[in-house]
């Protein structure tokens, strides 16, 4: 296996949900994901930033093999997925939802709960899926295992929840992991703790992780690169530390603007907000999807013609006629 | 925010004077009964908050941020074992009111209330303007026609088109919602609105829109704001004043320009410590072990367990003591 090649290539992917009316007749599409490409290496932990309906969700389901993509292709490990191969892919990818609570079957116990993967899967013997059970468990700190593995879901905290979570989607050595919001509906004492479980995960096992968040304050905390999303599009991707000093894009920047840090000097002064709200994806505006809510707008141009990617700084890429 | 027509809402007191106090909390106890014994959810509360000020109740999930918000509006479910202490309201001591008194002067006119997820909860087959109407025509009787003028005024304060007052809460964005829930808030005119999470649920952008909106109320209108959330970045938007419980208990109410730089109270420390930030860099902690049970709190600081600072002195509970600068904190570290 190469260490350092890649692991997941996506190449113009596009997903769109078809419109129904009356449960028959085509009323058009959804274009929940339009034209995304990246590389992520073995290894390489991303995260998308991105608002609600930006598409990030979406993203995540098509590389689950979830949703079939409409266009464009997946490799994962150097293998074209496609539908036959969806249960090979699930295998190598774990999945960490959002809702801890609900992501877990009440009235499994957390023994259970691990074991379901490897009985899906046909995975080991018995005595190894229980070894493999408290490997996982104490590798997210479940200790003392014992005391664990005959809780139920409800008998546990948030925080813990979503280690078990974390576990269930380690246990079957994934070579991908794909975190949707992990810790946002967490307390803020516990998020660290998560974040930093994720982390550590991740360079044990060598592990790709894409992170899904609308938060970008958490970001810099978890990985080096990262891509904000909006309208379904990838508009700018560069270096955390790169895009808090330097953020191109507009839309980038009024993101920035928004997010506060404590400080009792915000309340003292309005925050610069472009108006408006995200476009509909049925019926995307014209050339940069940003273009209606842009201060920086250039008639003719942002209007029309749809921008591609520049690269105004060596690995700062951005979507934007600015940039030109 | 220059796109805000804003209209006159009703009275505006000329100055504002901080010194006033428009609420005081004394002593407030709120334990509710459970098969497993009673929850001790809000213990021994006192606060008091000047007019035109915001106050940011701060705390995880489980302290008792929002059964201290409905104790205060008198919004209890069945299971109540004990609800004691003092409630005055300009002047009034609202504990002496008996329900239905209650309802009728003071919830809307003097309180209104943005309770968590609110904009979930708007009527699927009334139209949007009507709901936000409906406490002027309900509680102040006043009629159709002027209660929608009214509304149409409220709409554009909190940045709503005039126009979406016809649609329901199904054709509205949920940042629409929410603000349109606020407009409800606002329509009665009332001294004192309780937010309950009203920016948790709601994109950056969106939120950062809503913040801004309600800056520019309180700005302009005779409001005082207590804001209940456990987001403390975005509570900075809006605060004069912090009030941090833990476990039932204020452990610390402080001026929001020393709060936010430094905190008093090893929990408030070590919340703050939690607190991701954007634009520099700190190594982040958190806080290890869990909040304590409410239905057999431990004796002594509630804290001391989980606190990195804990001495002998811990297991008797601390008093509040008074902070230089203003505010108090729960801890025994504060005495001298």
Not at chain 1, 137 to 142: G, Q
Not at chain 2, 162 to 190: C, K
Request: proline content about 8%; charged content about 25%; hydrophobic content about 40%.
């Amino acid at each position: 296996m190469l260490e350092n090649g890649v692991l997941l290539s996506v190449k113009g992917l596009h997903t769109w949900y078809e419109l129904r009316k009356f449960g028959f007749i085509r009323a058009g599409y959804v274009r929940a994901l339009d034209g995304v490409s990246f590389d992520l290496r073995y290894g390489e932990a991303l995260t998308i930033v991105g608002e609600s309906g930006s598409g990030k969700t979406t993203l995540l389901k098509t590389i689950l093999g979830l949703v079939p993509p409409t266009k464009g292709t997946l490799e994962f490990a150097g293998r074209q997925v496609d539908a036959k191969n969806l249960d090979w892919l699930r295998r190598q990818v774990g999945y960490v939802q959002q809702d801890p609570y609900g992501a877990l079957p009440p009235f499994m116990n957390v023994r259970r709960i691990l074991l379901e993967p490897m009985l899906i899967n046909k995975v080991g013997r018995p005595a190894e899926r229980e070894a493999r059970i408290r490997e996982v468990l104490e590798e997210v700190r479940l200790v003392p295992v014992e005391d664990f593995l005959p809780k139920f879901p409800h008998m546990l905290s948030g925080g813990q929840q979503q280690r078990l979570v974390i576990a269930r989607a380690l246990v079957l050595r994934p070579k991908l992991i794909v975190a949707d919001e992990p810790v946002s509906m967490l307390d803020a004492s516990v998020r660290v703790e998560i974040l930093d479980l994720l982390r550590r995960v991740q360079r044990a096992h060598n592990l790709g992780v894409i992170y899904i968040t609308h938060d970008l304050s958490t970001v810099r905390y978890f990985s080096e690169r990262v891509f904000i999303m909006y309208a379904a599009k990838v508009v700018e991707k560069a270096d955390v530390r790169e895009i808090v000093k330097n953020p191109l894009h507009p839309y980038t920047r009024a993101l920035l603007a928004a997010i506060p840090d404590p400080d009792y000097e915000n309340s003292l002064r309005f925050k610069d907000v472009p108006p408006g709200e995200p476009p509909s994806l049925v019926n995307p505006p014209p050339g940069c999807r940003f273009h209606p809510r842009c201060t920086q707008m250039i008639p003719g141009v942002c209007d029309r013609e749809v921008p591609p990617e520049f690269e105004p700084a060596p690995g700062h890429f951005v979507s934007c006629w600015l940039y030109k | 925010m220059a796109d805000h027509a804003l209209t006159n809402l009703g009275p505006v007191t000329e100055t504002p004077s901080s010194s006033e106090t428009l609420l005081k909390v004394k002593d407030l106890r709120l334990y509710f009964r459970t098969t497993k014994g009673v929850v001790q959810a809000v213990d021994n509360v006192s606060f008091s908050l000047g007019r035109r000020r915001s106050l940011a109740i701060l705390g995880e999930s489980g302290c008792g941020k929002t059964s201290l918000a409905r104790a205060i509006l008198r919004l209890l479910p069945r299971n109540v074992h004990t609800f004691s202490g003092e409630i005055v309201l300009d002047g009034v001591d609202l504990m002496k009111m008996n329900d239905e008194w209650f309802r009728r002067e003071i919830r809307w006119r003097k309180i209104s209330f943005v309770p968590q997820a609110a904009m979930n909860a708007l009527n699927p087959v009334l139209r949007v303007g009507y709901q936000i109407a409906e406490p002027l025509i309900v509680h102040l009787g006043v009629s159709r026609e002027e209660a929608y003028k009214r509304a149409e005024e409220v709409a554009r304060v909190v940045g709503l088109p005039v126009d979406f007052l016809n649609r329901y809460a199904f054709e509205l964005s949920g940042g629409m919602r929410q603000r349109a829930i606020i407009a409800m808030a606002l329509i009665t005119n009332p001294p004192l609105i309780i937010l309950d999470e009203p920016t948790s649920a709601l994109d950056v952008l969106t939120q950062a829109n809503i913040m801004n909106s309600l800056k520019d109320i309180k700005r302009k209108f005779d409001v005082t704001y207590i804001l209940i959330t456990h987001d403390i970045a975005t509570s900075s938007e809006l605060a004069d004043e912090v009030l941090v419980m833990y476990a039932g208990h204020v452990v610390e109410h402080s001026p929001a320009e020393r709060f936010y730089k430094t905190p008093m109270h090893p929990y408030a420390q070590k919340l703050m410590a939690s607190v991701p930030t954007l634009r520099e860099d700190k190594q982040l902690e958190f806080i290890p072990g869990q909040p304590p049970s409410l239905i057999n709190p431990p004796k002594g600081c509630r804290f001391a367990p989980r606190c990195p600072k804990r001495f002998e002195r811990c297991a008797e509970e601390p008093p509040l003591f008074a902070l230089d600068g203003g505010g108090v904190a729960k801890c025994w570290l504060m005495a001298r």
